[in-house]
């Protein structure tokens, strides 16, 4: 089955500090892969996304993730969070069915002063 | 500006009543969809349309219908035959599916009292 798995529901860190969310995918080939933040009764902003070639991307407020084939992964990494960064972060792949993405259950990101 | 509006942000019906919530876009994408998000699922995909006059159920498309009349317009229509309306609804659009990059609007939060 073709799935989508966010393993953190819940991260706090501290302002200034590195942050990690992780994705995991299953899919039957390469897929595209997105992440997306949304602030609480707003609606998605796309932070970056992978179709094809290098395996690490850049993405807009400092974001970048990484394509990992072997581990089926694309974790999300900021080396310095700041207090905008508290949000709901959700990993997306696609395309499934030929059609639409799946999207994983989101990581709320709490950042401490 | 170009973007994807949807109105109104927030919406209460009584038990047993239809509603209908409205998606907009000006981008001149071909696929439109809709999502229900609620606390902890993530997003869950209710119709998708990938050109005018046609339309694909989601994974839960119980209880809702819709219609793509014209390229830009997707309303949602939420049934009394839909158990637990209640819930935030994501509209957004690609320019065409196969796992094109999704552009979301606000959102629309449904109360059924």
């Known amino acids: 089955a073709q799935s989508v798995t966010q393993p953190d529901i819940h991260i706090t860190v501290s302002e200034g500090a590195s942050l990690e969310l992780r994705c995991n995918y299953s899919?039957?080939?390469?897929?595209?892969l997105f992440w997306y933040v949304q602030s609480p009764g707003q609606g998605l902003q796309l932070l970056l996304k992978y179709f094809s070639g290098d395996t690490l991307v850049q993405g807009i407020k400092g974001f970048e993730a990484e394509f990992k084939r072997s581990q089926s992964s694309f974790n999300l990494r900021k080396p310095s969070v700041h207090w905008s960064d508290a949000a709901e972060y959700f990993c997306a792949v696609g395309p499934y069915n030929n059609n639409d993405m799946r999207f994983g259950a989101g990581t709320r990101l709490t950042v401490k002063p | 500006d170009g973007g994807i509006t949807q109105s109104p942000k927030y919406l209460f019906r009584k038990e047993g009543q239809n509603v209908t919530l409205s998606c907009e876009q000006n981008l001149n994408h071909d696929a439109m969809y809709w999502y229900r998000q609620d606390p902890g699922q993530g997003l869950r995909l209710i119709y998708y349309?990938?050109?005018?006059?046609?339309?694909q159920k989601g994974d839960i498309a119980e209880g809702y219908s819709v219609s793509r009349e014209k390229k830009e317009s997707f309303p949602l229509t939420v049934t009394s035959a839909q158990k637990n309306p209640t819930a935030f609804y994501l509209c957004a659009s690609s320019a065409i599916t196969g796992g094109d990059t999704q552009y979301f609007g606000p959102g629309t939060r449904l109360t059924v009292l």
């Open positions: 899919y039957g080939a390469t897929p595209y």
């Open positions: 349309s990938q050109i005018v006059n046609d339309f």
